[in-house]
Nanobody
Framework: QVQLVESGGGLVQAGGSLRLSCAAS????????MGWFRQAPGKEREFVAA????????YYADSVKGRFAISRDSAKNTLYLQMNSLKFEDTAVYYC??????????????????WGQGTQVTVSS
């Protein structure tokens, strides 16, 4: 079992930066693919970024590529999402997710087994 706790959300002006954290507990960190998803009001939850547990290879949605960076700190068992050049459209609740590592991390929400409670990110224009 894996438990996930997000933190780092808040209010930021457009063009600013924010770093989200996801503290993971349970089994070995490297044995799980980790992902970030977000959900804006009235919209479906969508993929943002993921990192493969076995080798750390990152994957990004086109909408955030070049602006966001996913990383992990195995010693702290923590996942990060560095968000730069934030836009109003990035406003959403951001969720950390996890699943047993596979060949390629999934972009589908239903592929992940564990979820955090979410943290609100609001970008003012």
């Amino acid at each position: 079992q894996v438990q996930l706790v997000e933190s780092g959300g808040g209010l930021v002006q457009a063009g600013g930066s924010l770093r989200l954290s996801c503290a993971a507990s349970g089994r070995t960190f490297s044995s799980y693919d980790m992902g970030w998803f977000r959900q804006a009001p009235g919209k479906e939850r969508e993929f943002v970024a993921a990192i493969r547990g076995s080798n750390g290879n990152p994957y990004y949605a086109d909408s955030v590529k070049g602006r966001f960076a996913i990383s992990r700190d195995s010693a702290k068992n923590t996942l990060y999402l560095q968000m730069n050049s934030l836009k109003f459209e990035d406003t959403a609740v951001y969720y950390c997710a996890s699943r047993a590592t596979r060949l390629v991390p999934s972009i589908r929400t239903d592929a992940y087994d564990y979820w955090g409670q979410g943290t609100q990110v609001t970008v003012s224009s």
